[in-house]
Structure formats: C-alpha cells, structure tokens
C-alpha cells in the first residue's frame, strides 16, 4: 500500500505529542511536515515542543512551520488556566525534554499547506488537533484547496455529548468558533473525529508502565507525559479512570477511516454566545444533501487502543 502524505497541526499539549508519535510510528504515513498553532500553549511554545519530540523520536527531518498565533477575530491569544492545569505550564507535563537546535522554517505554516495541497492533491491528509485557524485562512487565500486534497480528518466538536468547556462547547472549536463555521461550511471534504467517540479512548498506568519497561529515553519521556495526564484527568473527569487519547484518535482515523462509526451532516458552528463554539447541524442546509463532512459517533475502541500501544510501543523500543 502506498504510504499517505500527512501534515499535522498541532497546539502540541500532551495529547498532540501523542498525535505526532502515531504519525511517525504508522507504517502507512509519511509525515511531512508539522504546523504550529495556540489554544494548549502559545504558538511558540508549541512549535519548540514538536521541534523537540521530533528530535526525540529520531525523525528532525520533518520540517515545523508556524502557523497564526490567535483566532480569526482577535489580535492576540493566552492560555487559559485550566489548558496549564491539563497539559503543564509548558504543554509538555512541564518536563525539560532536551531542546534541538533544529528552527522552525521560514515559510508561513498557511503557505506551507496551501503549497503542499497542490503538490500532494488527493494523497495528502491534514490532521488539525487544535483550533481551526490556519486551515481556515488558508481556504480564503486559496479557495481552490477544498477540492484538491485528499481529507481532513479533525479533532474538534461535540455532536451527541456536551462540551468540555461549556455545555455546548469543545476547547478546539471554542478557540476560533468563525474560523470552524467557515471550515464546515466549505466544500472540503472532512470528518469531525469530537468528544463523542475521543471521550472513549482511554490510556490507563497499565499502558504507561509498558513504556516504561522498555528503560528508553523515549518510553521514559512519554509515560512520564500521560502520567501527568492521567493525573490532570482524576481531578477534571474522575470517573473515567484514565484520560483520553483525544489527538492520536484522529491521526488513526485519516489512516483508517473504518476505525471510525460516522453520519454524513450539514454542521455549522454557532458564533454568538451563550452557544458559541457548538457544533450542529445547520438548519439553513437541512435539505441539501450532505456529502463532504461526516462526523464521528462511535469508535472501535479495542481496535485502535491495541494498534496504537502497537505501534508506539515499537516507536519507543528504538528511541
């Protein structure tokens, strides 16, 4: 099988450095570049963390760009406490992973992507795990991308269950509410990989201490990680007794979509409060027939835990 081109954009938290090590451990994907965005931590402090996990997992071949550094309607963006609380002050469980000397490059994250969709067309796959603000600025420079590429495949949104930061809202879509509403309401082809079925997905002690047996700097590092994790989700969602692989869940979606139970859906992003950030089904589109965006209802939980402690696991046996 041919291997599929993909590009992540990462607020990389905790979460996302998962996304980034299923990306590289999947023997189907060939990671091609990764864009910064803000919501986990600020935009610089993500790109210096994948610059640094990259380095980590033997991979400082794959080019970082930064991408915007706040939504689509304000003119700057700060964390907000309880991204701190989750991920650590530093996004990465405050852990001092050994900086790379590796830069960020000096092209634009959004040019980069626009670039690359016509390279790449239909073999490529974009990954978002954070708010939707560079695809969405990409879309207005170059309305012709929303047919050339392949899919994308984000985490974001909340369809069946309440929000995680308000009753109706995901943090993802919550960050940048216009930029998601003209993202869906595009002709790009997409699915909407939300809380629904990421809530699922949980990584337990058990798992981290199987990293933890293999005494390398990299199973090190990444139980470390979902450990803090594991400890921010007792206090926020004590009754799931783990903590959820919201990120990586996506990146194993755009490889495998069957992994995934979805519904095809009109979905609109409500902008204006108090259901800002709420994705629905657009009422304005209810009887046109939806055929580029599905969202995700239910999961193959045991199918992708099993592949995914596969192929990190193996990942991390060699780093």
């Given at each position: 099988?041919a ?15 998962l996304a ?11 990671l091609i ?8 931590v ?5 790109t210096q ?13 794959v080019?970082?760009y930064?991408?915007l ?17 989750i ?6 469980a405050?852990?001092?992973i ?19 969709i016509h390279?790449y067309?239909k ?20 309305p ?23 009753p ?6 919550h960050?940048d509410?216009?930029a998601a509403?003209?993202v ?8 909407m ?8 997905t949980?990584?337990t ?13 990299a ?28 990120d990586p869940?996506?990146v ?7 992994l ?18 709420r994705?629905?089904?657009?009422e ?9 965006t ?20 193996t990942l991390?046996?060699?780093?």
């Open positions: 099988m291997k599929y081109k993909m590009i992540l954009d990462l607020d990389t938290g905790i979460d996302d450095a980034l090590a299923y990306a590289l451990a999947d023997q189907d994907c060939d570049g990764i864009i910064g965005s803000y919501g986990n600020l935009v610089e402090q993500g963390n994948s610059l640094d996990l990259l380095a980590l997992l033997g991979a400082s071949n080019p970082v930064e991408g550094s706040h939504s689509s309607t304000t003119s700057n963006f700060a964390v907000q406490p309880v991204s701190a609380r991920h650590g002050n530093n996004g990465i405050n852990l001092k050994k900086h790379t000397p590796k830069k960020i490059e000096k092209q634009s994250g959004v040019d980069f992507l626009i670039e690359a390279k067309q073999d490529l796959l974009l990954v978002p795990t954070g708010p939707l603000t560079n695809l969405a600025a990409a879309i207005k420079k170059d012709t991308i929303t047919k050339l590429i392949g899919h994308v495949t984000l985490m974001g949104g909340a369809l069946t269950v309440p929000g995680n930061v308000s109706v809202s995901e943090a993802n879509i960050q509410p216009e509403d003209e869906f309401k595009s002709d790009i082809p997409l699915t990989v939300g809380l629904d079925v990421t809530t699922r949980l990584l002690r058990n798992e981290t201490q199987i990293w933890r047996n293999l005494h390398t700097k199973g090190e590092v990444y139980a470390d990680l979902v450990d803090y994790y594991i400890d921010a989700y007792k206090q926020t969602n004590p009754h799931l007794g783990g903590c959820a692989l919201h869940l996506a194993a979606a755009a490889l495998e979509p069957n995934l139970q979805t519904v095809y859906l009109n979905i609109k992003v409500d902008t204006i409060a108090p259901f800002e950030g994705t629905i089904g657009d304005a589109r209810l009887n046109i027939p939806a055929t580029t599905q969202a995700a209802i239910n999961v193959d939980v045991l199918r992708f835990i099993t592949k995914f402690m596969e192929r990190l696991t991390f046996e060699n780093h």
